[in-house]
């Protein structure tokens, strides 16, 4: 494993001048907001001294006085960030965290600058920023090794997909892997413990609460809780799915079981053959139903978001249709095509549909109306209960599919109005991309 890790770390760990050269540039947005009057600093991996070879992200916060209004910091921070890219000649889009800032590229670099309140008060979940940068450093300095440890994680992490806290992966934050390499000491120590992780883990760096079991009860919702050491009400892993997490946890204990280089660097998967994928999904006798989504470029926070919302409304309706479902997902180009799949383990329903009715024991005015309402069907007591046996509205799927569209209920607001085609089976491969065949090839 030492071998490994080594030449990880030699192929991630930025070359001097690599470094220098990206300071360089940050520092010159920087002087350019600071020739504006503007408080401007470098926050990130990049300040911390964490970036990995490759990675071009430079975080520019701009510091606002705590007696800014909200309204006020909005405008002015997007004012100013539209200002930089015009300086520099950059491309750039609006994005949205609690507020939202203006992120785009400049020569060869991701470049962000973001908005926030200065002083001790947290006003918006961005304000913690530099305190993680302050917290970061103090750390790195205290032990030099904990950069390189710092790296290995990040790298792995995103080999094997977690890697992200935003809506596309529900992972882990680059702030929450340094704070795992700060907690455990190092790379190797990270994995002796995840390894035996369970969902619901606490972990206090700090300890700033002293008591963890009652964290549970504070952070309710969280898969896994990581109390942010600059911030003891705030979880850092809140954005961590449980699919993500679950992921981490046996990528993790695959790689003590079997170390290879190819977890930080994995092989580029090659797409199938239509053919070949026609025939693994009628090998399968199942039935497939996809909506294909013809739309405009959507910001893909929004869209992966969106594409989450919706894909939990279907299945709410197929569900209650009692149509059973196999399994679901979604697909996009980040572009202008996205694509919602599901397969069937039953697509097809009896004539006749098990209606329950009211407990024998309810009043007897509800029960009346019960019977009176389906007195032209058989009526009968089951466990303790009247039912009725009444006709099935919907038997195919098919027929289901024109109502979901019609109605859109659920749905994200950006895929309400845009066209959709509805594939079936095989059909589903008309969507020409390279990308949505390796994810059908995953998917089936």
Partial sequence: MDEILAEVLRRITPSPKE???????????????????????????????????GDKDIDIFILFSEGTSREMLEKEGLRLGKKVFNEFNGEFEIDYAEHPYVKGRIENFEVEIVPCFMGSAIKSSVDRTPFHNRYVKRK??????????????????????VYGAEAKVQGFSGYLTEVLVIHYGSFKKVFDTVSTWSFKEIIDTENLWGDEESLKYFFTDANIIVVDPVDQDRNVAA?????????????????????????????????????????????????????????EKINENTLYSQLRKTEIAVKKTFRE???????????????????????????????????LGPPIDEDSKYQENFLQKHKSQKTYMRDGRWVADVSRKVRVIEDLIPSILEKREGFG????????????????????????????????
């Fill in 239 to 295: 954005a961590v799915s449980k699919q993500t997490l679950a992921k981490f946890i046996v990528k993790s204990k695959e790689f003590l079981k079997k170390p290879s280089i190819e977890f930080f660097f994995p092989k580029k998967v090659e797409a199938k053959s239509v053919s070949e994928l026609k025939k693994k999904v009628s090998s399968r006798g199942t039935r497939i139903v996809a909506f294909n989504f013809s739309h």
């Fill in 413 to 444: 607001k950006n895929l309400r109005e845009v066209p959709v085609k509805t594939l079936f089976d095989g059909k589903i491969l008309s969507v020409k991309d390279d990308g949505f065949r390796i994810f059908l090839d995953e998917f089936i």
């Fill in 19 to 53: 470094r220098a050269r990206e300071l360089d540039f940050a520092k010159k947005v920087v002087d350019f907001l600071g020739g504006l009057d503007v408080n401007a600093i470098l926050v990130g991996s990049l300040a911390r001294g964490t970036d990995l070879s």
């Fill in 321 to 355: 249709s009692e149509f059973k479902i196999f399994k679901g997902g979604f697909w996009t180009n980040e572009n202008n095509s996205s694509v919602l799949l599901f397969e069937f383990e039953v697509w097809e329903l009896p004539p006749i549909q098990h209606l």
């Fill in 140 to 161: 790195i300095r205290s032990d030099k090794n904990l950069s390189g440890e710092i790296r290995l994680l990040k790298q792995f992490m995103k080999g094997v997909g």
